[in-house]
């Protein structure tokens, strides 16, 4: 069973209809599953407006999508990790945990904020 997956900008309108005010706000996913690759092999322009065409039907005035990109996925998506084994990971790799900032405006780890406030 193949897959379409589609990259699509997502925009939200701070305007109004008569002077709209589009601003990027990241990226959305979706998908379409069971397409026949055949389509994309043969009618690849016609595909793609196609897929402009569903983006712009989800689409309304106070947020649209606009095309990035897409592919066929011919297999269903593998689990590469846990997220806990990739936590584990990143951290074995030389994670910094998180700093915290003083009245100077400098960043500190735990460590040395224990020091400063005395612990």
Known sequence: MT???VLAQYEENYG???????????PSHFEIVGVD?????YEKELCIKAIEQLLEEAS??????TLIDWELQFCPTMTLTSPDK???LVKGLGWQEEVEET?????????????E???
């Open 3 to 5: 897959t379409l997956k």
């Open 16 to 26: 109004d209809t008569q002077t709209p005010s589009w601003r990027p706000k990241g």
């Open 37 to 41: 690759p055949d389509y994309f092999l």
């Open 60 to 65: 309304n005035d106070r947020s649209r999508y």
């Open 86 to 88: 990739f936590e584990s």
């Open 103 to 115: 009245s100077t405006g400098m960043f500190i780890d735990d460590d040395e904020w224990e020091k």
């Open 117 to 119: 406030m005395g612990r």
